[in-house]
């Protein structure tokens, strides 16, 4: 351990040469590198978003069951406790018709003021769950109960999307994985073109008693290096047109329901986990490397 801390000094300079002396190969491999953490990164903003998006989504997938005429008042408590017990309800709420007929005339205008005298609406349970992809099945359990006269979520097009978005969000996370695979190999590939630029000078290091970490360790400090400065391209590109894009749409896709991402923090956790990932794969891809060749060349 000693060994190792004194020779560090010397180390970080040979790697620094190194990198000074094969610039265009450092550059092509920069490059390289944040092509791929690029595309991770994008990859990563799409399924953050999309992860937001969907949780604005569900808050907004409730089930409203309308609660039968016949049923008394005093009988509501135990309905509601009924539906409660129901595995994956999160809350139920209850709401009376006067309150459904002011929320109908708030939401549409005066119009409909004239039913006040006779208001046609049901009193109505609002039920919350935890796992949205239960709506069909819960509420087909509600509406078998005594008392509810209908139940109401948006039908099997809601379930529907709501699984379609786990999927593709599901998918963009694999391939956000894939993307680092592949820094992971162009960093390997890189390095291993170093290492072969460098046989010789390698080859009178182990002839003269040079051990593995003492070869190996100033390709992982390249490596890092490589993988910070890879990682620090996309991270400015991304971050400065994320911001701009975010200003421009006022944090709204399309619609106030389809809501994006946030700049704070989340960019701010995002970059540091492309920056993190930048420099691991670059000292995972220069280890690689340089240890498959040092086993090689024995």
Same mark, same amino acid.
């Given at each position: 351990m000693f060994l190792f801390i004194k020779c560090l000094p010397r180390m970080f300079r040979m790697a620094n040469q190194d990198?000074?002396?094969?610039?265009?190969?450092?550059?092509?491999? +920069?490059?390289? +590198?944040?092509?791929?953490?690029?595309?991770?990164m994008i990859m990563g903003i799409f399924a953050l978003n999309l992860d937001y998006v969907t949780q604005g989504l569900e808050e907004e997938f409730i089930i409203q069951v309308s609660i039968s005429p016949s049923v008394e008042q005093e009988e509501i408590p135990s309905l509601m406790e009924k539906i409660e017990k129901l595995k994956d309800v999160?809350?139920?709420?209850?709401?009376?018709?006067?309150? @459904?007929?002011?929320?109908?005339?708030? @939401?549409?205008?005066? *119009?409909f003021s004239q039913y006040k005298e006779s208001n046609p609406l049901y009193d109505v349970l609002v039920v919350n769950l935890k796992d949205k992809s239960n709506l069909d099945s819960i509420s087909?359990?509600?509406?078998?109960?005594?008392?509810?006269?209908?139940?109401?979520?948006?039908?099997? !097009?809601?379930?529907?999307?709501?699984?379609? !978005?786990?999927? *593709?969000?599901? /998918?963009?996370? *694999?391939f956000l994985g894939i993307m680092i695979i592949l820094a992971i190999y162009l960093i390997r590939n890189t390095i291993k073109l170093t290492i072969q630029t460098r046989k010789d000078e390698i080859m009178i290091m182990r002839n003269v008693?040079?051990?593995? /970490?003492?070869?190996?360790?100033?390709? !992982?400090?390249?490596? !890092?290096?490589?993988?910070?400065?890879?990682?620090?391209?996309?991270?400015?590109?991304?971050?400065?047109?994320? =911001? #701009?894009?975010?200003?421009?749409?006022?944090?709204?896709? #399309?619609s106030s329901m389809l809501k994006i991402m946030p700049f704070m923090p989340n960019m701010l956790y995002l970059s540091?986990?492309?920056?993190?990932?930048?420099?691991?794969?670059? *000292?995972?891809?220069? =280890?690689?490397a340089s240890h498959k060749y040092l086993k090689w060349t024995r």
């Open positions: 990198i000074r002396r094969h610039f265009s190969l450092t550059f092509s491999s +920069i490059l390289s +590198i944040a092509v791929a953490l690029f595309i991770a999160e809350s139920v709420s209850y709401s009376s018709k006067e309150d @459904e007929l002011d929320a109908l005339i708030e @939401e549409n205008g005066d *119009v087909k359990k509600i509406e078998n109960m005594d008392g509810v006269a209908k139940v109401n979520y948006g039908g099997t !097009m809601i379930t529907t999307l709501v699984s379609l !978005m786990a999927v *593709v969000r599901k /998918w963009g996370y *694999v008693g040079a051990m593995n /970490w003492y070869v190996t360790f100033p390709f !992982m400090l390249e490596g !890092m290096i490589f993988g910070f400065f890879g990682s620090l391209i996309p991270i400015l590109i991304c971050d400065i047109g994320y =911001y #701009v894009l975010y200003s421009k749409l006022d944090g709204v896709l #399309v540091l986990g492309i920056l993190l990932v930048g420099l691991i794969v670059g *000292v995972i891809g220069s =280890y690689l």
